[in-house]
T-cell receptor
Framework: NAGVTQTPKFQVLKTGQSMTLQCAQD?????MSWYRQDPGMGLRLIHY???????DQGEVPNGYNVSRSTTEDFPLRLLSAAPSQTSVYFC???????????????FGAGSRLTVL | QQQVKQSPQSLIVQKGGISIINCAYE??????FPWYQQFPGKGPALLIA?????SEKKEGRFTISFNKSAKQFSLHIMDSQPGDSATYFC??????????FGAGTRLTVKP
């Protein structure tokens, strides 16, 4: 059982370049999300999806696009990378998004992105 | 504006000692308060969580204390071990769509 798989683990981009961070889960989770982790800022929610075909914005969505064509995959796209997007990105999934914490988030190992 | 404030930023504890990390939240609608543990190069993993209808939850050496009136909660690690050295994040939310994380505490347990 692989859990949540993120690729690539490391990436260096130049300002203005585009790229896609891949996220796949094999747990049949309905809910998937992307976070960025920056020193002193904790984890901040970028985008999330409560099921295939449904996406929504989180706390810091600007500069990022997502789509959810299948239950398993939730790619994060940077259309024109900026140095401010240098961060560690985590994908997470859970069975659902209901209240009360019944749906524990499972995180991937992270993707470290540097934008020069 | 950070809705969950976590302290301290870093903590050094001797083996066998007690590690205490504190968090405060603002939104009274939050009904789920998890703690995540993160080792270098890994993603965060759920350690322990509490709901506001109880004041304390214990799992092994890890205890959450929760004070609803003060809007504060804390993680206590008893008999801290070098293997506990990691970054700890508190979080608060009422569903996964709006989970707010603290800034993190880097814990070092010296042998």
């Amino acid at each position: 059982n692989a859990g949540v798989t993120q690729t690539p683990k490391f990436q260096v981009l130049k300002t203005g370049q585009s790229m896609t961070l891949q996220c796949a889960q094999d747990m049949n989770h309905e809910y998937m999300s992307w976070y960025r982790q920056d020193p002193g800022m904790g984890l901040r929610l970028i985008h999330y999806s409560v099921g295939a075909g449904i996406t929504d914005q989180g706390e810091v969505p600007n500069g990022y696009n997502v789509s959810r064509s299948t239950t398993e995959d939730f790619p994060l796209r940077l259309l024109s990378a900026a140095p401010s997007q240098t961060s560690v990105y985590f994908c997470a999934s859970s069975y659902g998004s209901g209240s009360g914490g019944a749906n524990v988030l499972t995180f991937g190992a992270g993707s470290r992105l540097t934008v020069l | 504006q950070q809705q969950v404030k976590q302290s301290p930023q870093s903590l050094i504890v001797q083996k066998g000692g007690i590690s205490i990390i504190n968090c405060a939240y603002e939104n009274t609608a939050f009904d789920y308060f998890p703690w995540y543990q993160q080792f270098p190069g890994k993603g965060p993993a759920l350690l322990i969580a509490i709901r506001p209808d109880v004041s304390e939850k214990k799992e092994g050496r890890f205890t959450i204390s929760f004070n609803k009136s003060a809007k504060q909660f804390s993680l206590h690690i008893m008999d801290s071990q070098p293997g506990d050295s990691a970054t700890y994040f508190c979080a608060a939310g009422y569903n996964n769509n709006d989970m707010r994380f603290g800034a993190g505490t880097r814990l070092t347990v010296k042998p």
